[in-house]
């Protein structure tokens, strides 16, 4: 599993001029939503089991910034480990009004940070899936995942594919080896390291502004959805489809100076065409100005040629 470390762009947070102001009210909020140190329920479906009435709505789940009921096709982003939702959603303001973007926000950050983080894959799946089934049978949608997002991308396609008979028009996959492959069953597992390790670690691969790893209470805020989400990808196991279960174009980017990942291996789900972009940069690259219109760019031209022939 690749590196995880930016967890948010420090203009989508406090200045560090802000930082002793919002300290003690955020630490409030984090430690009313630790999660609770009783097992895990053997059903994962059950254990967040509520009834109809009593569903989160979808804009707990999913940030909009652009609503476009005529829009075309939908582009559903899942976030980074320990990401919000907040750096794709700002997709929609590049993107033409034919697509929309719906940016997942996980449980343990952002307007969530009440919430428990989840302990496993399916109940991402669950979760996600529950609130816009709908939306995935209304019209066509595409999926876009870096790194612990291509990992949630990968099991929310097979899921749907299998439980509902759905699938993607398109799949982007970026900074991941495939779930399934020898590469990332033989990376290291970094959510077994010890606080002040993982803190040396997230510092080491860069990414997040060095003001607040250098603050001991506030980096205690961010790093633990980070961590939840590195668990999960750690107990993630998925077999090699022996025969590719979709037929949508899969398309993946990585950079060049990021640790090697396995991309040839997502071949092996689809039938569809296949292509690998190498850019330039390290595990973030994607977060670079021009490596960011690249990956718009080629999401805008590959979207609508799928459009065109979807109708």
């Not at 059950?46 to 569903?55: A, N, R």
């Not at 709908?134 to 291509?150: D, T, V, W, Y």
């Not at 990968?154 to 399934?180: C, T």
Request: with cysteine; hydrophobic share 35%; glycine share 6%.
């Amino acid at each position: 599993m690749p590196a995880e470390g930016c967890l948010f762009k420090a203009a989508e947070y406090p200045t560090t001029r802000l930082l002793p102001r919002v300290l003690k009210r955020a630490a409030r909020r984090l430690c009313s939503g630790r999660r609770s140190t009783q097992p895990a329920p053997s059903q994962s479906t059950k254990s967040h089991e509520l009834p109809p009435c009593l569903l989160p709505g979808m804009d707990k789940i999913i940030t909009c910034f652009n609503k476009c009921p005529d829009a075309s096709v939908r582009l559903i982003c899942f976030p980074w480990a320990g990401g919000g939702s907040i750096h794709y959603a700002r997709w929609a303001k590049a993107l033409n009004s034919s697509i929309e973007v719906y940016s997942v926000r996980l449980p343990g950050r952002e307007g969530r940070t009440k919430e428990p983080c989840w302990q496993n894959m399916q109940e991402i799946v669950d979760e996600v899936t529950g609130v816009i089934l709908p939306q995935l049978k209304e019209k066509p949608f595409a999926l876009f995942g870096h790194s612990f997002g291509a990992m949630t991308c990968f099991a929310f396609a097979e899921h749907v594919k299998k439980v509902y008979n759905l699938e993607p028009i398109h799949m982007f996959l970026s900074g991941a080896s495939a779930p399934y492959s020898e590469m990332r069953l033989q990376a290291p597992k970094r959510s077994n390291l010890s606080d002040q390790e993982f803190l040396m670690w997230v510092t080491s691969i860069g990414g997040t502004p060095p003001e607040i790893l250098a603050n001991a209470e506030l980096a205690k805020l961010f790093l633990p959805a980070l961590k939840a989400d590195l668990c999960v990808v750690d107990n993630y196991r998925c077999n090699k489809p022996s025969t590719p279960f979709l037929s949508c174009p899969v398309s993946c980017f990585d950079g060049k100076d990021d640790a090697p990942h396995d991309l040839q291996a997502w071949k092996n789900m689809t039938s569809g065409d296949f292509t690998v972009q190498m850019l330039p940069g390290s595990h973030f690259y994607l977060k670079e100005a021009a490596n960011e219109k690249y990956i718009l760019d080629h999401i805008t031209k590959h979207l609508e040629t799928a459009e065109m022939d979807y109708l």
